[in-house]
């Protein structure tokens, strides 16, 4: 690869792009991905690689016309042709009233998104950390698995306007899971993290262990409305469905479950949601994808939507001082006061404890409605303690359901792995939580 940094290649980029489009707007997008992993299975490691890579992409607008063409390759003639392949569709393309012109050159904050000490992460750390849960998982006579994998990101955007953004990054993703050798109980832990030292790799095979037998040989009970404590994990799972509902777009075209609601109360009232990458407790990238230097953002507080998402052509629509949020990936839900997840259990009468959630797919986009089922330990608690293991359940609830009948909330958060973005969320206990038929599967 290219000796080049990410911001000298898009430069190079640009200018050649602007040397063939004269007329056109350009935005250069450079993406460097270097990612190390190692995965093991019944216990024993699999597999383990390293690949760099990267991902070059040029959008040029022609008026109303525009077009990306991409590649992972830097060299002048592989430019040169991707050039010629975006101004080609570019000038094809249908008009679209919606495409912006690019962003003048912004201001940005400052991330402690990146980590040495991760970046340098060597195939022996990783093989270390594989070996731990190993051990365990042969020490406690359990079948155990898991995924290991480092990423670092170096990310720049240059555009024919002037404007130039560079972010760097690290992150991590440990996973594990443990099985009986009858096949009956089923444990699982993970996290996901920015920072080498924030990886206990250690406690979370126990996690995993621990839970696998634990929920061995579990019982059913029939389905129903449940008081659940829910797991940091299930709380990502279920959460990151609610997003794409805050959208003022499709608030203002009856598409939303905040449609006429947005004053209303729907949500208990401690419960916070927030986006901000420059904030310690939730680094990340300072600009979105068009390059827009991103604000921290109060998305839920006092009950209510405080803010939803606006996009940059939908705020030109509005008009009224009304201005785009940038596209936010990172999320961290908090208010809550409970010291940790034990204190809930003991606090609770009668419920289900709730490892995490999986499958999960929604049902109706207008009432946020999610489907999926529980996973990797679910437990009945009764008087403050974990009294049985059941059989598992698919589940049909909303995210804003959730967090309407939450009644308790760990006060720390945890960086959990999910698909839908990045998630800093706590454990919590939430009410009338309907799980709808049994899941055989453990």
Known sequence: MSAETVEQVAARVLASAKAAAKDAEIRVD??????ANVRFAKNEVTTSGEYDELALSVWIGLGKRAAWASTNQSDPRSVAALVDRALAMA?????????????????YGTSAAYDDRLAAMTPAERAAIAGRAIAAGDAAKVQIAGFLQRRVTDHAIASSTGLAARHRETSATYTVTARTLDASGSGWAGREIHRATDLDDASLARVAIDKA?????????PPGKYTVILEPQAV?????????AMNLRSVDEGRSYFTGKTSEKV????????SDPTSPLTPGSPFDAEGMALAPQTWIESGRAKDLFVSRFWAQQKGGG??????????????????SLDDIVKDTKRGLLVTRFWYNRMLEPQTVMVTGLTRDGLFLVEDGKITAPLTNFR??????????????????????????????????????FTMASPSAAV
């Open 30 to 35: 450079v993406r460097r991905t270097g990612a």
């Open 91 to 107: 000038r094809l393309s249908p008009e679209d009233p919606e495409t912006m012109p690019l962003l003048s050159p912004q201001t």
């Open 213 to 221: 037998a634990r929920s061995a040989s579990a019982k059913p009970i």
């Open 236 to 244: 990502a799972e279920l959460l990151m469905f609610l997003p794409d």
């Open 267 to 274: 949500f208990a009232d401690f419960v916070r949601l927030e």
């Open 322 to 339: 009304v201005k785009p949020t940038g596209h936010h990936t990172i999320h961290r839900l908090s208010g809550g006061s409970a010291a």
């Open 395 to 432: 589940y049909n609830e909303s995210p804003i359901t959730m967090l309407r009948n939450v009644d308790a909330m760990t006060k720390s958060t945890v960086r959990v792995p999910v698909w839908g973005g990045t998630w800093h969320v706590p454990a919590l206990r939430t009410n009338e």
